[in-house]
């Protein structure tokens, strides 16, 4: 009897090989997909995808990549990002909004880690009086500012307990002069310079007085003046005075520099050292303290700092309508400056760059503590400028104003000087 073979049909027969042809097909595909890389329809080409890092304070912001909703919310590393252009968005209630075009790259990691959202509250009324030249004290406990349309007194005011003291000036300081008011460390004096002009001394428990003629600076608790001739020492802690006298043709001196006169103009050399001698431009140069071994000199309008250790008298100069605000980080000195309406980024050794130019005149700058943004008021807005400038600086408006005289900070708090709705006084802007 013959034996009859079993066969299976056509289709079962060929089902395992076009599993074999799929799988052979899609592994390499699968492999590619896994490690990252995807089809650009854009490019016609496949790439690897990229990163990208969103995290924000306050955490727990809404992000949009393009318009569509990311689930996750900040702080979020997003992986497999098709490379490409995305419009960021980053929000959250009762905040004001982040948004940034920034760009992808294949295996590259982006960041937009340094969002900062403000508040938006709103500006408070603080005080209703005219005032200028607002100034915090180092620790932020205290305001000081000018007070009255006429200047005649020095407005102390208490941010702890909300009180306000006026300290009267033996004569009124000139409304057309521009001011600058500056504190000494132990917050219990506040030194007033017109710019040109006369100089007050106003300690928090005392009286103001004016002083003789000279330039005027803070060294710690100790209040420093170049007279004509001599050096005045005065120290608020205990009143002591000491005066002590310069040579022929030396303006001003401080920490083992001096300021020269010759041949018509002034040059800056060491003690140590007087054949070594920098020759500075024309003007009415005096020291103005030391920032990051740069010993820096002012003639009110014009910084100049010159590294002393190199061979190559290397310099930096720039323009300031008050004192720059400088914020220290990283190993590094930041010095944010303000020139008409004009705000500028000055890294000491390294470079200057201009941040912002604005029509009308900037009439406050300060650092966020974090610097990574600042914060700076014009005559009639108060700004925050981000510092990462890829496609531009993000800028928003935190406030809106009539007019401003004025802007500092206290404890990560502004407060202007300034109208708004028609009433005039000192505001209060919470912004974080």
Not at 67 to 94: D, M
Not at 368 to 375: K, M
Request: aromatic share 10%.
């Amino acid at each position: 009897m013959r034996k009859r073979f079993y066969r299976a049909p056509f289709h079962r027969r060929i089902l395992p090989w076009v599993f074999i042809i799929i799988f052979f097909a899609m592994a390499p595909a699968v492999v590619f997909y896994t490690a990252g890389y995807r089809y650009n329809p854009k490019k016609g080409v496949i790439e690897r995808n990229g990163t990208l890092i969103v995290d924000s304070i306050p955490k727990g912001a809404s992000i949009t990549l393009n318009g569509s909703v990311v689930p996750e919310r900040s702080p979020v590393t997003l992986q497999n990002v098709a490379p490409g252009t995305y419009t960021i968005r980053v929000t959250s209630p009762g905040y004001s909004i982040w948004e940034k075009t920034l760009d992808v790259r294949p295996e590259r990691v982006t960041f937009a880690n340094h969002i900062h959202l403000w508040k938006t509250s709103g500006p408070v009324f603080l005080v209703p009086e005219h005032v200028r030249g607002i100034r915090a004290s180092p620790s932020g406990r205290y305001l000081a500012a000018l007070a009255g349309d006429a200047t005649s007194s020095l407005l102390i005011f208490d941010l702890s307990n909300d009180t306000a003291e006026f300290l009267p000036f033996s004569s009124t300081v000139a409304t057309s002069q521009r001011v600058e008011l500056t504190w000494n460390d132990a917050e219990t004096a506040v030194l007033v310079r017109e710019l040109p002009g006369s100089a007050y001394l106003a300690e928090r428990k005392g009286s103001v007085q004016k002083l003789p003629d000279g330039f005027y600076r803070w060294d710690g608790g100790t209040l420093i003046g170049a007279l004509e001739g001599e050096m005045l020492m005065y120290s608020v802690s205990n009143g002591d005075i000491r005066r002590t006298p310069l040579p022929n043709d030396v303006i001003d001196e401080q920490n083992g520099f001096r300021l020269f006169r010759r041949n018509g103009g002034t040059v800056l050399g060491e003690v140590r050292t007087p054949d070594r001698v920098f020759e500075l431009p024309s003007g009415n140069w005096h020291f103005a303290g030391r920032i990051s071994g740069y010993p820096f000199v002012t003639d009110g309008n014009r910084w100049l700092g010159i590294d002393v250790e190199e061979n190559t008298r290397e310099g930096l100069s720039f323009f300031s309508d008050d004192a720059p605000d400088i914020l220290q980080k990283s190993g590094e000195t930041f010095v944010i400056t303000r020139t008409g309406g004009e705000l500028w980024l000055t890294i000491i050794g390294r470079s200057s760059e201009l941040l912002v130019r604005k029509s009308q005149a900037i009439t406050g700058a300060v650092w966020h503590r974090l610097g990574e943004q600042n914060f700076y008021s014009t005559q009639a807005a108060v700004q925050a400028l981000d510092i990462d400038s890829r496609n531009g600086r993000y800028e928003t408006r935190l406030a809106s104003f009539d007019e401003i005289d004025g802007m500092t900070k206290a404890r990560n708090v502004l407060y202007i000087a300034g109208v708004r709705d028609g009433q005039r006084g000192i505001y209060r802007l919470d912004v974080e």
